[in-house]
């Protein structure tokens, strides 16, 4: 049994040990970008990469940017694997999460350039009914950074409901905060389309969805 003990107590060390070097050596592989932006659009290529110096993207990411069907950025930088040392290419195949939320944002933000609103504004100053319930001091600024407080919703939502834009609204007004707002971020995963819906809906002056919004404004042919 000395023995067995013994042999485990190795493995493990050596286990341990081989984690650290790997470790070490990922955290000193060097940076790497790649790719093409405009003239007009080089700010892009610096937000993009500063978003892996100061350690926000720990991997691998690309992005690219179209203007009246013509590709003015496409970047890319990081690991496609960072154990494998292996680079991200122009052609790496990701999985997408959520990226629909930074649409929803880019319709609050064409509201905001209108005048529609303010990022610091109450959400209760264009949707009174909001203020229900202890959410009469967040602010449309942490609803779309998810300090809203609202990571999910304690009213079960069925298909019907979630159809259906008028009884989304009752819900979210009937909500409480789940946690001090604006203090902490907790991610909106499911609830942070039908609260952009609203805010979109009581601040256009169409009183569109974000759906209707995003076709009529954003994605409709020129």
């Given at each position: 049994s000395m023995g067995?003990?013994?042999?485990?107590?190795?493995?493990?060390?050596?286990?341990?040990?081989?984690?650290?070097i790997v470790d070490k050596l990922h955290s000193k592989l060097p940076l790497h970008f790649?790719?093409?932006?405009?003239?007009?659009?080089?700010?892009?290529?610096?937000?993009?990469?500063q978003n892996f110096l100061?350690?926000?993207?720990?991997?691998g990411a690309?992005?690219?940017?179209?203007?009246?069907?013509?590709?003015?950025?496409?970047?890319?930088?990081?690991?496609?694997?960072k154990q494998?040392?292996?680079?991200?290419?122009?052609?790496?195949?990701?999985v997408t999460f959520s990226t629909t939320k930074a649409v929803a944002?880019?319709?609050i933000a064409m509201l905001a350039d209108r005048g529609r609103l303010k990022y610091d504004d109450l959400v209760s100053k264009h949707w009174p009914g909001f203020a229900k319930n202890g959410k009469e001091n967040i602010t449309i600024e942490w609803v779309l950074s998810h300090m809203g407080a609202l990571p999910y919703f304690d009213t079960?939502?069925?298909?019907?409901?979630?159809?259906?834009?008028?009884?989304?609204?009752?819900?979210?007004?009937?909500?409480?905060?789940?946690?001090?707002?604006?203090?902490?971020s907790g991610y909106h995963l499911l609830t942070?389309?039908?609260l952009v819906d609203q805010i979109i809906r009581h601040t256009d002056e169409k009183h569109r969805g974000v759906g209707q919004f995003l076709r009529e404004e954003i994605t409709k042919p020129n």
């Amino acid at each position: 049994s000395m023995g067995l003990l013994r042999y485990g107590l190795i493995l493990g060390f050596l286990a341990f040990l081989a984690h650290v070097i790997v470790d070490k050596l990922h955290s000193k592989l060097p940076l790497h970008f790649d790719g093409h932006v405009e003239k007009g659009y080089e700010n892009i290529r610096i937000a993009f990469e500063q978003n892996f110096l100061d350690g926000w993207e720990s991997e691998g990411a690309s992005f690219a940017m179209f203007l009246k069907g013509k590709k003015v950025v496409d970047i890319w930088g990081g690991y496609a694997d960072k154990q494998a040392a292996r680079i991200w290419k122009e052609d790496t195949i990701t999985v997408t999460f959520s990226t629909t939320k930074a649409v929803a944002a880019v319709c609050i933000a064409m509201l905001a350039d209108r005048g529609r609103l303010k990022y610091d504004d109450l959400v209760s100053k264009h949707w009174p009914g909001f203020a229900k319930n202890g959410k009469e001091n967040i602010t449309i600024e942490w609803v779309l950074s998810h300090m809203g407080a609202l990571p999910y919703f304690d009213t079960p939502i069925t298909e019907e409901m979630a159809r259906d834009h008028n009884l989304m609204r009752k819900v979210i007004e009937n909500e409480t905060p789940k946690r001090p707002a604006g203090q902490s971020s907790g991610y909106h995963l499911l609830t942070y389309g039908w609260l952009v819906d609203q805010i979109i809906r009581h601040t256009d002056e169409k009183h569109r969805g974000v759906g209707q919004f995003l076709r009529e404004e954003i994605t409709k042919p020129n």
